[in-house]
């Protein structure tokens, strides 16, 4: 049998879903212009609600219990939200006010408060609809602590609704994530802002701001670096455009 059949065959209902999640939410939203003047984008409605809030809505299906927001700009409306809104899973928030620290280095900051145990880590503004199986708990069930460093959830580019981009990642085979997309070339998966960490991969980190691909490409050269394939539906609601392209692919059902 093969690694990847393994990994497909894993028991997803019984896996164990990472108590904790890291939001990423501190970003300033400057392709959703105008729309993010007077409000962070992860507020920006969409389908009848805030990004931030289908976001709790998968993490609260799937079980998980505790979730930090990292804040930056107009902290206070999103801190406000999130302490406020949220019911049932448990909100602690990193401060990123002084400084956005960009995915990496918030990931730094927050280290403390993540633990020594696995962890989901999510964007806040991005949309997804699960398919046959809660898409978290599937990432749980193909988690393997003893080869893996990070595994993200991926879509192949030709389903990535709303996205402009030219994909991210290429997988061997087995669903090992083998390289970065390279210029001027497609990649023929897309990273889908949903993954599960290790802490172990948040060592040896430069000063300041910095990028989680630092992180990616050390488990990547170590042969750590894996990504499953996402069955449901995902939207790249990146711009003003993209939230009605969405709510016509939702209405749609």
């Not at 997803?12 to 959703?32: H, I, Q, S, Y």
């Not at 981009?165 to 990273?191: C, E, M, S, T």
């Not at 455009?241 to 939702?250: G, N, R």
Request: glycine fraction near 8%; include cysteine; proline fraction near 6%.
């Amino acid at each position: 049998m093969t690694a990847r059949k393994t990994l497909a065959m894993r028991p997803t209902l019984a896996a164990r879903v990472p108590r904790t999640a890291m939001v990423m939410a501190a970003g300033l939203g400057k392709r959703m212009r105008p729309l993010t003047a007077t409000r962070p984008k992860p507020l920006v409605e969409v389908a009848g609600k805030p990004l931030i809030d289908h976001v709790f809505d998968r993490l609260r299906s799937a079980g998980v219990q505790r979730a930090i927001v990292n804040v930056h700009y107009l902290a206070d409306a999103l801190e406000a939200h999130v302490t406020h809104r949220v019911k049932d899973v448990e909100v602690v928030v990193s401060d990123e006010r002084r400084q956005l620290m960009e995915t990496g280095g918030g990931l730094v900051q927050a280290r403390e408060m993540i633990g020594d145990e696995p962890f989901l880590c999510v964007n806040s503004d991005n949309l997804w609809v699960d398919g046959p199986i809660d898409a978290i708990r599937q990432l749980a069930a193909a988690w393997d602590d003893e080869r893996m460093d990070a595994l993200l959830l991926l879509v192949p580019l030709a389903r990535a609704h709303c996205h402009r981009g030219q994909g991210d990642f290429h997988l061997d085979a087995f669903g090992r994530i083998v390289g970065r997309r390279k210029p001027g070339r497609l990649a023929p998966f897309v990273f889908t802002g949903v993954q599960i960490l290790s802490p172990r991969v948040i060592r040896d980190w430069p000063e300041g701001p910095f990028s989680t691909n630092l992180f990616w490409q050390r488990a990547i050269d170590a042969g750590r670096a894996w990504g499953l394939v996402h069955q449901g539906l995902w939207f790249d609601v990146g711009t003003p455009q993209a939230i009605a392209a969405t709510e016509s692919v939702l209405a749609d059902g």
